[in-house]
């Protein structure tokens, strides 16, 4: 008996639950959250989209060291001024920052930050660690 009344009352409850009478898809198909706040923007950019950028630009910026005499290493080296132009392209980029805003941000923060990565004050970081910096 007990389990018949719990049962019963689990039915209703999936019945309340279920909203057939309304649909809620977006008229072209697309995937949009319909529960968003106000004042929130979403880019359509995520983490893997950032990640595409940062590799594309911080390649073209690097190049690969030479050894004192000239001979390559096949080290691929990202040199501390073009660092900051990196830096710069990817706030824009991945639609951080304004342009208007990427100067002061760099002024601001750009040594600070590579001073972390470039601890032994070399003048440059190996392209694999770049994604950190």
Request: negative net charge.
């Amino acid at each position: 008996m007990k389990f018949a009344i719990v049962a019963l009352l689990g039915l209703t409850g999936a019945i309340k639950l279920a909203d057939y009478g309304k649909d809620l898809s977006d008229p072209l198909g697309r995937n949009v959250a319909k529960d968003q706040h106000g004042d929130m923007h979403l880019s359509g950019y995520n983490g893997a989209d950032e990640d595409e950028i940062m590799d594309n630009i911080f390649s073209r910026y690097s190049r690969e060291g030479r050894t004192p005499s000239g001979h390559k290493t096949g080290q691929k080296l990202l040199m501390k001024d073009e660092a900051k132009l990196a830096a710069g392209t990817i706030l824009e980029a991945a639609h951080k920052l304004k342009p208007s805003e990427v100067p002061g941000w760099l002024d601001a923060n750009f040594e600070k930050a590579w001073d972390h990565f470039d601890q032994n004050h070399e003048g440059w970081i190996r392209y694999e660690e770049t994604h950190t910096f």
